[in-house]
């Protein structure tokens, strides 16, 4: 039997998610959107592609659940971005309705599937998603860390001109520019960062992960970076459908852990068949603490608007 995979949402990082996972030969891949014919058009462009690239995953579009019918994995990917003159709030406001919709269609067809959230605000949209599902919290997952240190390892590899591959980080907090690099943590091959490069360069590296997304927004003026988040999301769902149990930072419903309640936020975990199968509790010095502290209230602050308005 063969996993199914829906993502919904075909816009950049849905469709990027939606070939990456194709070529990863992982599960079929459904790409539902709300846009008419468009995901049946990118799904027959995937399907396509299969014979040049040789995959033999089956890719399909839709714009109703039909076909997502029991999918084992679902990444949402639906939503809308910042339009000039919006605020925060309203765009949180907007995608909250947008996901409290996905997730109802969702929960209804695919009852026992895992949900790989990368919507935006990314840690409230968690929060939404696993209130309207009532899923279990092991199956809501949300995507921001893997691409965050995506973004800082990629960036101290090339400072310190060594493989990517040798450079492992660790990120903590909500996604966005609260979120809490543990430099402390990281290190190249075993060797901790602070004995590779000075504080200034690490502190440049730091901001410049933290501004990332900005930092590409800025180029791209009418969107927003995609070939690394829907690879993030990818990484993670095969971690998921193969059982890989990689440790990954995910944003993950705490309960008590880092002395966060009910929130949504990013901590390192394990991801396998059962989706979050582990949550890892790092021991944080003072400063790291308050970080995340400042971190998990910047959630809670998106989370108190929505509340007000169910
Ligand atoms: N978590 C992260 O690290 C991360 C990284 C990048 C992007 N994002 C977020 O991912 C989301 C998508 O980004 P994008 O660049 O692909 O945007 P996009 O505008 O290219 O695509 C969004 C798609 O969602 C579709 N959509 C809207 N409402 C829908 C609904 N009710 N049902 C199904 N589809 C619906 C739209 O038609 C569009 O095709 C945004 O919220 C963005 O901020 C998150």
Known sequence: MRNKITVVGGGNVGASCAINLAMKEIGDVVL????E???????????QTGPIEGYDSRVIGANDYGPTENSDVVVI?????????????DLLLA????????TEQVAKHSPNAILVLVTN?????CWVAHQVSKFPKHRVVGMAGVLDTARFRAFIAAELNVSVENVTAVVLGGHGDTMVPV?????????????LMDKATLDKL??????????IVKYLKTGSAYYAPAAAAAEMVESILKD???????????????????LFVGVPVKLGAKGIEKIYEIKLNDEEKAMLAKSAAAVQELIDVMKKKM
Not at 77 to 89: C, N, V
Not at 252 to 262: A, K, M, Q
Request: net charge positive; with cysteine; proline share 6%.
């Open 37 to 47: 014919g468009v995901p049946v058009g990118k799904g027959l462009d995937m399907l």
């Open 244 to 262: 890989k149990k990689k440790v990954l930072p995910c944003a993950t419903y705490l309960e008590g852990e880092y002395g966060i309640h009910g």
């Open 206 to 215: 730091v901001d410049r992960t933290r501004n990332g997304g900005a930092e």
């Open 95 to 102: 995608n909250y309705e947008v996901i409290k919709n996905v």
């Open 77 to 89: 990917t639906a939503g809308l971005a910042r339009k000039p003159g919006m605020s925060r709030d």
């Open 121 to 125: 605000p990314l840690d409230a949209m």
């Open 183 to 195: 430099v402390r943590l990281s290190s190249v091959s075993g060797i901790p960062l602070t004995e």
């Open 32 to 35: 539902v959107d709300i846009v």
